[in-house]
């Protein structure tokens, strides 16, 4: 009996925690020309509100994933508590929830304009979505807070209307 108590006991344990955090903000795409609001949020001293981004990409061309920036303003009583720009989707590190599927392979046959050396390669196309974490911003004081941010493209394959982006909002 004492053998279940403790299977069950340690069964509660592991399924209640979340390692990533509690998920305080849905992951509705974002509008690139738009500044994006997330309004009371319910923040204690001592909680950590962590940023993540989310990538919804079709036509990614050998694992290369278009590049962001994620500038955001977090404010409290209209007095501002952290602001910066960060840079998204970067490094392959924090990355969870991934899902990534190929739409097509091919030999991909090129020749230097200086030279006749002929390379072979892959090409591959690919549909990737994943969640990947930004930053992370303590909280120093009790309050309903404000997260103002705007996600903008920083290189061509970012502008592809194939590209959705977005920030989902957790606390730990």
Do not use: H
């Not at 061309?61 to 590049?67: C, R």
């Not at 072979?120 to 309903?144: M, N, Y």
């Not at 103002?148 to 982006?165: A, E, V």
């Amino acid at each position: 009996m004492k053998t279940i108590s403790a299977f069950v006991f340690c069964s509660f344990i592991l399924f209640s925690c979340n390692p990533v955090g509690e998920k305080i903000s849905g992951d509705n795409p974002t509008d690139p020309q738009l500044v994006n609001t997330e309004d009371q949020l319910n923040l204690k001293k001592g909680d950590v509100l962590v940023v993540w981004g989310k990538l919804d990409a079709t036509f990614v061309t050998n694992g290369i994933v278009p590049s962001f920036n994620l500038t955001y303003n977090l404010s409290l009583d209209g007095n501002t508590v952290s602001n910066a720009t960060l840079p998204m989707f970067n490094g392959g590190e924090k990355r969870i929830n991934s899902d990534y599927s190929v739409q097509e392979e091919e030999k991909e046959d090129r020749q230097e304009e200086d030279s006749t050396r002929v390379f072979e390669g892959k090409l591959v196309k690919a549909s990737w979505q994943f969640e990947q974490e930004v930053t992370r911003i303590p909280i120093e004081k009790d309050g309903k807070y404000t997260f103002d941010y705007k996600i903008k493209s920083t290189d061509d394959d970012g502008d592809s209307m194939f590209n959705k982006t977005s920030v989902i909002l957790r606390k730990n």
